[in-house]
């Protein structure tokens, strides 16, 4: 059950082994969280992940259920086994990939794979979980978007088409649990310094993970329904988003 | 005797056979028209839509059915209709955190039962169902020249709801809470029996405190106190700081029925914890003007206009706070006796304020309330002096001393210091900052207020309750398969794996 500060005691993040999605476990198992399930395709990378959120107390409890975002036949029965165990406070879908722009634009098939992954594979997962959040009639459901979802740029348009379609779902997702005791929340981090964006140059307004926890943690005290990381993106992706096509095409983003 | 007589009153069935007959009787002309059946239809198969419930503190709000029985007998159908998720009963919602929640499953809304059954006017001992408020019974048993024996902050709770949470008064020193002067209540248990619960039982102690997890309390004997006037008699006096609070507080708490104390927990320095102490007795008839001796009794509490339903988030900050306490402390008079104040301006001030908790905005706010023994009065500075340099803006912050605890097991109140304090929820790191005072509180042998709390952890309750585990067990004997259930309970761990 969260507090009155909206902190979780059972946390379930899709994209198990996602820097963001450890960071902000991390942050919530040093307050009230004392149930973590890690969902994500079994590894390696996945059972080390749930082994270092054990190792920050003893009481904690970590699990991981595989979980495949492109197979969401199997999104009903894997995340459904969850919350039979169970109630979840707080779902935090985190997984997501950036794939090439480059490459995928000359390989149709691997860019279906991005919006698979980042969209169809949400949709899914996150349906399943609203319903399941519904049932119990409390919880939230925390959907790591992007500011690129704001407005498609030439640099990464496929990516960033993925992430809008994802924005778009997540908000009609709160609007149609409202008043339903789910509270779903977006999260749109702009360029966040992790394993998925090793190598690329820091874009203006970098951020880390452990901020976009920090942001997370802040937006579940205010029942935010959009936070943005860091808060200045707000205002500059609001320009961006108004600016004309023929000059918009032409910044250097 | 007039005990016995009430109790026995309880067991007969004629509870049960008048009630649809008084609904019959004002129920306009549905039960004489011939299609009566379609309007019992809906009551056999409840298709009840869900609704937010929150406390008082409007903090984390969950769904639930809500169900508002209005017989006994619906009582017992809504807790076998209850479903999966079980429910639990709700009074007028002060509480401030999430007691009468029950996320996903069902909430019974007792104020239905509202039905004040017989007074006793000689003997001073009131039969009402757990629905009936306080205020509704000042309402009816000042001008009979009783009171009730113990008042909250609010007149605006149900006598479930006094009981359920053991709520205490500014008369705890001198009365204890109000499980104290309960002669008997009818508790409604999971197996969907009504049971008649006396002092002395352990269902009696498990159930006053117990925060509605026993099962659902329907009605309750309960012994009043005679009064000759609806007036207090009120010496007000100012404190210097908290050390100077304490030494008034212990020199002659004994000489007053109602004592309290408001503190300035926003003063820092040498004025750290400076207070105003109001406290009184009820006006005897000849200390009152010789135009209020002709209705001594009367009780008509006014009430402003509501709090408008949107305040921006931020209204109450350091410097308002700061403002409004410096303007309270000023305005209070260095020391005056005997100055008649009417009953609801003593004890009730926020009760002429329909709504005031809206005045945090959305975020709502939460409280803070916890106990030390005596003995741990270091303890108490350490916090308060923490409160102070921390800055919480906490304009409603009140130090009591308490009298000996009663015997309920999760009941709150044990002999000690007592400091409640609002503050609101949006405060960054609020939530870390009090489980640090949880810890300093449970280190000196106290404990937090169930009834206010809505942030407290698991382990920090097995801490402060050293009776949680006799709870547990009756619970598990009484309820097996958690009938009763509140998001209370599921933020405490008290519902079992």
Known sequence: ?253 | MSDTRLITHFGEPDDAADKPLERRKCGDTVASMPDADTHIAPQTAPVTPTEPVTGWGRTAPTVARVLRPRSHEEAVAAVRDCGDRGGIARGLGRAYGDAAQNAGGSVLDMTGLDRIRAIDADAGVVVCDAGVSLHRLMEVLLPLGWFVPVTPGTRYVTVGGAIGADIHGKNHHVSGSFSRHVRAFELLTADGAIRTVLPGTDLFDATTGGMGLTGVILSATVQLLPVETSLMCVDTERAADLDDLMARLTANDHGYRYSVAWIDLLARGAATGRAVLTRGDHAPYEALPRRARRAPLAFRPGRLPGAPAFVPEGLLSRTTVGLFNELWYRRAPRHRTGELQRLSAYFHPLDGVPHWNRVYGRGGFVQYQFVVGYGHEDALRRIVRRIARRGCPSFLAVLKRFGEGDPGWLSFPMPGWTLALDIPAGLSGLGAFLDELDEEVADAGGRVYLAKDSRLGPDALRAMYPRLPEFLALRAELDPRSVFRSDLARRLGLLGP
């Open chain 1, 1 to 253: 059950m969260k507090d009155a500060f909206g902190t979780p005691q059972s946390l379930l993040v899709l994209g198990g082994t996602s820097e963001i999605g450890l960071a902000t476990a991390r942050r919530l198992i040093a307050r009230r969280t004392r149930t973590v399930w890690l969902a994500g395709r079994p590894s390696p990378a996945l059972e080390s992940a749930a082994a270092s959120l054990r190792g920050l107390r003893a009481d904690v409890t970590v699990r991981t259920v595989p979980f495949d975002a492109l197979d969401t036949a199997a999104h009903e029965e894997a995340l459904g086994k969850v919350f039979t165990e169970g109630d979840i406070d707080m779902v935090l879908l985190a997984f997501g990939v950036l794939g090439d722009q480059a490459r995928d634009e000359a390989a149709p098939a691997a860019a279906v794979l991005v919006a698979q992954t980042n969209y169809t594979g949400a949709v899914s997962a996150g349906l399943v979980c609203g319903n399941a959040l519904q049932a119990q009639g409390h919880g939230s459901l925390v959907v790591l978007s992007s500011a690129a979802a704001e407005r498609a740029r030439r640099a990464n348009f496929l990516y960033g088409s993925s992430k809008a379609g994802l924005d778009a779902f997540a908000q009609g997702l709160g609007d149609a649990l409202h008043g339903t005791g789910v509270h779903v929340m977006v999260v749109r981090p702009g360029f966040v310094r992790t394993r998925m964006t090793a190598g690329l140059a820091d874009a203006p307004l970098a951020t880390t993970p452990e901020a976009v926890a920090f942001a997370i943690e802040q937006g579940l005290r205010r029942r935010a329904e959009t936070v943005w990381v860091p808060g200045a993106l707000r205002v500059v992706m609001s320009v961006l988003r108004h600016t004309p096509r023929p000059l918009f095409r032409r910044l250097p983003l």
